[in-house]
């Protein structure tokens, strides 16, 4: 069997780690080292470097992205602005094990097969930034949840796993920063349509939101961040949590 | 110790190069084309295909080949391990043959495995390899094919939807590892140590 993954993300902007709510109202978190150092001691099985405001300015620093990397024994995941298959090619160079596409990708989709004949499909992520508008399905946002595309996100990511994607990294913008768990429906619109595994993101409210990822809408891995920056829990505590209710966590 | 780390595609050699060195090796990096045969031990990174790896190491393939014959510690990662072997349904090209057998693509529908699995021991297997590391410690995999059973030097195995696979080989001094273990914590700090320990033993 394959642990259930448990993984903090780092939304950084040039000025450290933040987090907002809807992806808006951003606040300082703290020293990105700090964090990630503390949270592998947790037991993250892996952590994500998200670049936020990259799309409207500067892409991550290769240096802090080595920096990181040298620091960790998990995997690292980086993300935000990733604006060609060289610049993936740079962050894999400086560090990284994966690198997420987001807007690039809504623009040229076919970045998603150069990257993955480049290098593996397992290191290619496509994350994808969804919005419920009603009772319609939750469709795509590029641009830091700022530009509305043509896709639901199902729809996105079938085609995304078709062009090489080897991992969605699914992002409710609804439940960002809200405390309400995870949008379990989008996850299993998602779940449906695609292979690949699946990491969920947004909404994290505390050990049962991850278990309902898990159990009730077929996640691999599920991403939180305010919880565990503010320590309203620990990675620890979240697997404690998993475990004891039957869900195979490494430990 | 001095480990030679082969520069091949887009292998994540870096942080493999840094955890060779948070183990106190001193790594020479150097790409196929400088493989002289003098080397004391070799890792062959790998997250890539195999087509692309048995391309980019066929100029050193037949140096590599003599050099694991006269005994010099060689540990395969990933497509690494994978390269030993003869061939691949992944794509063409031709393995470095040191292992019989052609890798396959996992039998699951849902592919790449991705993430954390345990490794199971095999009895009497990879106790050099696997030296302090405790029966199903977790390692990190991202693969879509395995290197065929072996009838012996699978030091571990392990399942992924129903699967065993060998995940871990030894075989004197030929190793081969599916995880990563650059990424996979503790036990895969353990594990290159293990290999840097017996690179040294070896050269003495």
């Given at each position: 069997m394959v642990a259930k993954r448990i993984v903090p993300c780092l939304d950084l902007t040039d000025q450290g780690v933040v987090k907002g709510v809807h992806f808006r109202h951003l606040r300082q978190m703290g020293d990105p080292l700090e964090l990630a150092r503390r949270y592998e001691r947790e037991g993250a099985d892996e952590v994500v470097l998200l670049k936020v405001d990259a799309w409207r300015g500067r892409g991550l620093s290769p240096k802090l992205l080595a920096r990181t990397s040298r620091e960790l024994s998990i995997p690292l995941t980086v993300g935000g602005g990733v604006g060609s298959v060289e610049q993936a090619e740079e962050l894999l160079s400086a560090g990284a094990d994966r690198v997420s596409f987001n807007s690039l990708a809504l623009e040229r989709p076919q970045v998603l097969t150069e990257a993955a004949d480049r290098f593996g499909r397992q290191a290619v992520v496509l994350a994808i930034d969804a919005h419920r508008e009603g009772r319609g399905p939750a469709t795509v946002y590029a641009r830091g949840g700022t530009l509305r595309e043509g896709w639901s996100a199902a729809a996105w990511a079938k085609e995304g796993e078709r062009r090489g994607a080897g991992e969605v990294l699914l992002t409710s913008i609804d439940r960002d920063g809200t405390h309400r768990g995870y949008d379990l429906p989008l996850l299993r619109a998602v779940r449906r349509s695609v292979r690949i595994p699946i990491m969920a993101s947004g909404g994290a409210a505390g050990p049962r939101s991850f278990f309902d990822a898990f159990e009730n809408a077929g996640a691999d891995a599920a991403l939180a961040a305010g919880i565990f920056h503010r320590g309203e829990c620990t990675v620890g505590e979240v697997k404690d949590y998993l475990s004891s209710r039957g869900i195979e966590v490494r430990r | 110790m001095k480990v030679t780390l082969l520069r091949t595609p887009a292998g994540n050699f870096g942080r493999l190069r840094r955890g060779l060195e948070r183990e106190r090796a001193r790594v020479d990096e150097r790409s196929?084309?400088?493989?002289?045969?003098?080397?004391?031990a070799v890792v062959l990174a790998g997250v890539s295909s195999f087509t692309t790896l048995s391309r980019s190491l066929a100029p050193a393939r037949s140096t590599l080949r003599r050099m694991v014959e006269a005994g010099v510690p060689l540990m395969g990662v990933c497509a690494g391990m994978q390269v030993l072997f003869g061939s691949s349904e992944e794509g063409p090209g031709r393995g470095l043959d040191l292992l019989s057998g052609r890798v396959r693509r996992l039998r699951?529908?849902?592919?790449?495995?991705?993430g954390w699995s345990r490794l199971a021991r095999t009895d009497g297997e990879g106790r050099r390899l696997m030296e302090g590391v405790a029966e199903g410690s977790y390692a990190y995999f991202a693969h879509s094919y395995r290197v065929p059973a072996l009838?012996?030097?699978?030091a571990t195995t392990t399942e992924y939807r129903g699967e065993d696979f060998p995940s871990a080989l030894e075989h004197g001094n030929l190793w081969g590892l599916q995880f990563h273990p650059e990424v996979s914590s503790s036990t895969g700090t353990k594990v290159l140590r293990n290999f840097i320990a017996y690179a040294e033993e070896a050269s003495r």
């Open positions: - | 196929p084309r400088e493989v002289t045969g003098n080397e004391r699951a529908r849902r592919v790449p495995n991705l009838a012996q030097g699978a």
